[in-house]
């Protein structure tokens, strides 16, 4: 069964670095989505993108955020800055249509030092 | 604000026991209500709910939808060790389809 691919699957950095996270949507699909989950805590939502642009942000993805298709498979969220706040599980997700539901990437996992 | 709230936050059972997980719910552009099964790193989905009163069924788990009262729940019949998971539910709203999740229900089988 085609999965939602996510790379690295953890990521150490420094504060103040950038980080570039990468995930390779199931291929058919045309709604992506990036997610997050810091320990112990809920899974926020962060930023929906289809059709090459942002449909949709949360008050998490604030300027420091990015995201980027840069080709037809690759949808990657960047951190321009990072801070220890930003410590989570980063999930990449995807859907086909606007009605179906929603598949997760395995995630990565994001360390600020 | 969109609110999903679940209950029991943890439940420990013994192989072969069934048991109903709740999710309840306010949201203001109510889509649909998925459930998911999060083991180590990915939620998997388990079932999408649109419409109030049709149960939704995959081997020994069931799911209903109740869209007057606002909830729902997840059933697991014959439970086995497999089954402990973190179960979370999510509500989809908004143009976007994004996603409010619950904080889930730890779920621990044992043998």
């Known amino acids: 069964e085609p999965e939602v691919t996510q790379t690295p699957s953890h990521q150490v950095t420094q504060m103040g670095q950038e980080v570039i996270l990468r995930c390779v949507p199931i291929s058919n699909h045309l709604y992506f989505y990036w997610y997050r989950q810091i320990l112990g805590q809920k899974v926020e939502f962060l930023v929906s993108?289809?059709?090459?642009?942002?449909?949709?942000k949360s008050e998490i993805f604030d300027d420091q955020f990015s995201v980027e298709r840069p080709d037809g498979s690759n949808f990657t969220l960047k951190i321009r800055s990072t801070k220890l706040e930003d410590s989570a599980m980063y999930f990449c997700?995807?859907?086909?249509?606007?009605?179906?539901?929603?598949?997760f990437g395995n995630g990565t996992r994001l360390t600020v030092t | 604000e969109d609110k999903v709230v679940q209950s029991p936050l943890s439940l420990v059972v013994h192989e072969g026991d069934t048991v109903t997980l709740n999710c309840s719910y306010e949201?203001?552009?109510?889509?649909?209500l998925l459930w998911y099964k999060q083991e180590k790193k990915a939620p998997t989905f388990l079932f999408m709910l649109t419409s109030s009163g049709i149960e939704k069924k995959s081997g020994r788990l069931s799911s209903i939808l109740d869209k007057k009262e606002l909830f729902s729940i997840l059933n697991i019949t014959a439970t086995q060790t497999g089954d402990s998971a973190v179960y979370l539910c999510a509500i989809e709203s908004g143009s976007a389809r994004q996603l409010t999740f619950g904080s889930g229900t730890q779920l621990t089988v044992l043998p």
């Open positions: 949201v203001t552009n109510f889509r649909s």
């Open positions: 993108f289809y059709n090459n642009e942002i449909s949709e």
């Open positions: 997700a995807s859907k086909r249509t606007i009605n179906s539901p929603l598949h």
